[in-house]
């Protein structure tokens, strides 16, 4: 039997973000979180209006990021080190632009952020949150550019690969568009993230599973899985008072992430496999504010199974 511990240094049965990180470079990576002002096409009008039936309102800006100058900048990145904590002291550090769609805008804006971001001391990667319909052959052009210069991965937000869910959770787009942008920045040597979602309104079980198995082919470089949170403030909200869906229990989650662990590929880094909804905010599942719970769940039901990510894997 292979080593379901293999990818692992803390005793995880799938490739955890920390351990790829200090194979890599040989110590303790600290991710810092920046939000730039980036906008997004599916609240200003271009996509949709709004934006998704989960997302807070107001949380991201809605027009098109046309430039920040270096001092918001420094102060950005200072405020993100501060957060995390003096664990991190000098790093090494990967600036995460996790706020937004950080390709939607001035593409020349953004690259002299990112760039001005690499300048500082002991940044040895960058990650980039964006959608699948806010990459085009200019924003490919910068990213590759990028690419030579440091770690860099992007990261697009899919949830689903069923159309009809996203369509209900006003995507702004479907799976077709997400496929073809991994394949155009994977052509380009670019590392590809995803984000999916399990618990989505109307998702069975076998959905939730079949969006893991899809993906599972793509060479994806990592994956990050989040629950659906009910939060204050969104339209999702007004949804869930109404009765119009169910939310996962504790134990169909754990049960659901397993199935979808055993579909994807054993070299898949899984940067994140539940959320953090904002406890100020979070109207249910009341569950999901033990994280630690959970994630020691997962662990348990890998153990009881015998199994481990990437064992029911063909390719």
């Not at 155009?184 to 979602?197: D, M, T």
Request: aromatic share 8%; charged share 25%; net charge neutral.
């Amino acid at each position: 039997m292979m080593n379901p511990y293999k990818y692992s240094l803390d005793n995880k049965r799938y490739q955890t973000y920390n351990y790829y990180l200090q194979n890599r470079f040989g110590c303790k990576v600290y991710r810092v979180a920046m939000d730039i002002g980036a906008g997004c096409p599916n609240r200003c009008g271009e996509k949709g209006d709004g934006g998704c039936i989960f997302c807070s309102a107001g949380a991201i800006t809605a027009g098109k990021f046309s430039g920040i100058d270096e001092e918001r900048l420094d102060a950005c990145f200072n405020a993100g080190k501060t957060s995390i904590g003096a664990k991190c002291k000098n790093g090494p550090f990967i600036a995460y632009f996790q706020s937004g769609s950080n390709t939607y805008g001035n593409t020349d804006a953004f690259e002299k952020a990112f760039e001005h971001v690499l300048s500082f001391n002991n940044v040895i990667g960058l990650c980039i949150a964006t959608r699948a319909d806010c990459v085009d052959e200019q924003a490919l052009d910068m990213l590759t550019r990028l690419n030579e210069k440091t770690y860099l991965t992007v990261e697009l937000g899919l949830q689903t690969v069923h159309d009809e869910t996203a369509q209900l959770c006003n995507r702004g787009h479907g799976y077709k568009e997400f496929a073809e942008c991994v394949s155009k920045l994977s052509s380009r040597g670019i590392n590809v993230g995803a984000h999916i979602i399990n618990g989505l309104p109307h998702e069975t079980h076998e959905m939730m599973v079949e969006t893991a198995r899809t993906i599972a082919p793509l060479g994806l470089h990592c994956l990050k899985i989040h629950m659906l949170f009910v939060e204050r403030g969104t339209k999702l909200a007004k949804m869930y008072e109404r009765g119009g869906f169910k939310l996962l229990s504790r134990d169909e989650y754990v049960n659901t992430v397993c199935d979808q662990l055993e579909l994807l590929p054993e070299n898949l880094i899984i940067a994140r496999i539940t959320g953090d909804g904002q406890r100020d905010r979070l109207i249910a599942p009341e569950w999901s504010l033990k994280k630690l719970c959970v994630l020691n769940e997962i662990d348990k039901e890998l153990v009881r199974r015998g199994s481990w990510q990437g064992k029911g894997c063909c390719g």
